[in-house]
């Protein structure tokens, strides 16, 4: 398996991947075991690697297992769901840190192929985004819709991020998680 910063290359496999664990394309039998809400489309991914080089992917061949998408607020700031956030963030501390647009970024979604789920692939793509991101932010911020249990799981018990708060969006309730970069 190979984790690397996306290419332009990588934009269909980690599209091919999306599409089979977005919320309006996964099989209904899938979604319990996770899945992803924003849709994406290939000018997005291309914005996210060229601006922000936010893509973050584990690799086997020409397929696309996992990814992780991280970047700015600023590039996240288009979808509703992210302006509010933004806004919310002043009014939150993490670690006796008030949260920033300076000092936090988004992490997610994450989405990996089930027939990876369970191995080392979470942890490694993880903490690999990660280090990268740690170059430019001290503190990791995501939020899981909290229906996704299992990655709720993931990212709270698996991979220690913290519960900041918990807020309703759309008519969704949500857990907003954080964690250090430097872990």
């Known amino acids: 398996m190979e984790y690397k910063i996306a290419t332009l ?18 099989k209904e039998e899938d979604k319990k075991d996770g899945f992803v809400t924003t849709a994406f489309a290939k000018e997005e991914l291309t914005q996210l690697i060229e601006q922000e080089q936010g893509l973050f992917i584990a690799k086997e061949g020409d397929d696309v297992l996992a990814y992780i998408m991280s970047a700015s607020w600023e ?10 956030m933004i806004d919310e963030l002043p ?11 300076d000092n936090s970024y988004q992490y997610g979604p994450i989405c990996i192929d089930k027939r990876v789920r369970g191995t080392e692939v979470l942890d490694k793509i993880f903490h690999f985004a990660l280090k990268h991101m740690s170059k430019r932010y001290s503190i990791l911020v995501t939020f899981v819709n909290q229906v996704n249990l299992r990655s709720y799981e993931a990212h709270h018990r698996k991979l220690g991020l913290d519960v900041i708060c918990k807020f309703k969006f759309n008519g969704n309730q949500y857990w907003e998680l954080g964690c250090l970069t430097s872990k």
Do not use: N, P, R, V
């Open 9 to 26: 290359d990588d934009i269909e496999a980690a599209l091919k991947l999306h599409a089979k664990y977005q919320i309006d394309s996964i």
């Open 91 to 101: 009014k939150l501390e993490y670690k006796g840190m008030k949260l920033s647009t």
């Open 75 to 84: 590039f996240w700031s288009k979808w509703a769901m992210f302006a509010y």
